[in-house]
């Protein structure tokens, strides 16, 4: 694996950053092609001399069996002094000189040793030589005395031949063997090399290719879970790197649809909510318009209590405090601005919230808020409010699919065990079927007809509350109603 690093590392140095892949994977396998190349080659030639060594080996040995068939002539004539076996023997010294004068060059060239040649030509030549005087000798019938010195050294020169061929057969043969046994480790040491560095190119590769691309693959991972916040990608490839990059733009692009989405479902909401802020504001409007009326009348009646004109004035001024407040929400709620956690009181988070949506509760409907005053979270005002305003809404519109008076239910509590605040909104509506319950979250679902829903509500809701570090979860009962249940973390009392 080092090597493998190394090997990138060097290939970096060596062509500059980035390279391609392609170009890495090219050079890998020219690489790979150049070893198998060398390996190959000389395992070629390793094998052609082993070839030509055993083929001079065995001229060597036809060599010995010519000095043996001499001999055996030789002792034939010693014994029967046969002018035969005299000319075969001699025939065959002839034979053996131009066998040896014919093959010299080869000996020289493909044998370990040649130095044992001139001295056998030498000896060969000598042992004709006396062969033929003894031969001359005894056919005159000369001095017995001095064919037997020549017999003498015949034996001895015969020998000596046979034991220069038997000396170099053997030398030979070892080498032979030395080499075969040489050659079949570099065979084992080749193809072992040829392997190890399959399985480095391989670990190059997966370290070039397979890695980054797992590293993608996570974040689009986390990306389908809504993150998306921005990552690097340690690759000096140039694909990686332009891949990367695509990518990057594509995420920065996603999130600014994510946010103009969330702006349009806040529209959205807005829509609905409008009817009932006009709803909400018509209250104390006609509260105001009637006190007025009543002073308008009755201002210059010295008879009426000044202080029941005090009061009047006092209504108008309380219930023009309550309008500014329903319009002040509704301003808070539409400015565009950057999503900025501050330190809240989730009571007043809540009551805020159900200003914004109360005139669009109907009336049938009973809203009980269990929110302590002295839970304090660090939010995003606005953010969280859609994201309750979303819950609410849903209420509202599962409990209209019944017939029945509904209830819907806002609880805060803390736990102190987990260090968060979990707040529940409860509805008696008509319930979740079980078997869509883990779509509910999903983007654009919605059990409701076409153009009516848009199927935003829940996921934004979930995104928003991912963005504050909670969670959210839903249980529900056909029939009998559903809880959303969020759990943020709690920041202090
Ligand atoms: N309190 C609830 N009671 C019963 N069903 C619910 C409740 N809240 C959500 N759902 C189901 O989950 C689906 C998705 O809700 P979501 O708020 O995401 O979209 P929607 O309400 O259909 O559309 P939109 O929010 O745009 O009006 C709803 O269509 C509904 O079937
Ligand atoms: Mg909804």
Known sequence: MHFAILYVNVIIKMFGYPISIRRKITISYYVFLAIVLIVAVFTYFNLMTVENRIASTELLHGLLDKTLEIRRYEKNYFLYKQENDYIENRRLVIETEEFVKRHKEEFRR??????????????????KQIMEKDFISHSKGRNPANVINLEDNIRKLGREMVGIMEEVSRTEHNNTQNLLSFSRRVLIISFALVVVLGIVFGQVLSRVVIKPLKLLENRMNKIAEGSFEDFVIDSSDKEIISFTNAFKRMLKELEVRQ?????????????????????ELNNPLSNVASSCQILSEEIEDVTVDIAYKKELLLQIEEQADRMKNIVRSLLDFTRVREFKKELLSLKKLVEDTIVLIRGR?????????????????HADN???????????????ESIEKGIEKGRITITAWKDMGHNTVKISISDTGAGIRPEIIPKVFDPFFTTKGVGKGTGLGLFITHEIIAEHEGMINVESKVGQGTTFTIELPLKGV
């Open 361 to 377: 509760i109907p009336t049938e409907v009973e809203l009980a808020i269990n929110v302590p005053g002295d839970i304090i979270i």
């Open 382 to 396: 606005q953010r969280l409010q859609q994201a309750f305003l979303n819950l609410i809404k849903n209420a509202i």
């Open 259 to 279: 946010l103009h989405l969330m702006q349009s479902e806040k529209l959205a909401s807005l829509g609905t909510m409008l009817s009932g802020v006009a709803h």
């Open 110 to 127: 493909r044998l370990a040793q040649s130095s044992w040649i001139p001295h056998f030509q030498d000896s060969l030549r000598e042992y």
